[in-house]
Nanobody
Framework: QLQASGGGLVQAGGSLRLSCAAS????????MGWFRQAPGKEREFVAARTVGAGTSYYAHSVQGRFTISRDNAKNMVYLQMNSLIPEDTAVYYCAVRTHYSGSYYQISEYLYWGQGTQVTVSS
């Protein structure tokens, strides 16, 4: 089970830190990802973090502004979001990647999903 938190209302230029707590099983051996879904739009990839060397991947739209990290000891994944813009407004979901037939940015690669946390950026 995944529980995302940390969302809220912030002004453009501000920052938020999202957290994703995993319970019920250990996800330290899995690649983790963050996705988001804005109203009327499809869910899209935001960031992913691998196990081991901990390589990070980002969508072009958030590159340089967002940072994904994980604390395996706490079974937690984080998304630090800086320089937020109104276009970042969406429900943000954390997810566990369980399939490796495609790419890290594909939704179909992720089996377990959190319930989502709302991020609203005002202009």
């Amino acid at each position: 089970q995944l529980q995302a938190s940390g969302g809220g209302l912030v002004q453009a230029g501000g920052s938020l830190r999202l957290s994703c707590a995993a319970s019920g099983r250990t996800f330290s051996n899995y690649n983790m990802g963050w996705f988001r879904q804005a109203p009327g739009k499809e869910r899209e990839f935001v960031a992913a973090r691998t196990v081991g060397a901990g390589t990070s991947y980002y969508a072009h739209s958030v590159q340089g502004r967002f940072t994904i990290s994980r604390d395996n000891a706490k079974n937690m994944v984080y998304l630090q979001m800086n320089s937020l813009i109104p276009e970042d407004t969406a429900v943000y979901y954390c997810a566990v990647r369980t399939h490796y037939s495609g790419s890290y940015y594909q939704i179909s690669e992720y089996l377990y999903w959190g319930q989502g946390t709302q991020v609203t950026v005002s202009s």
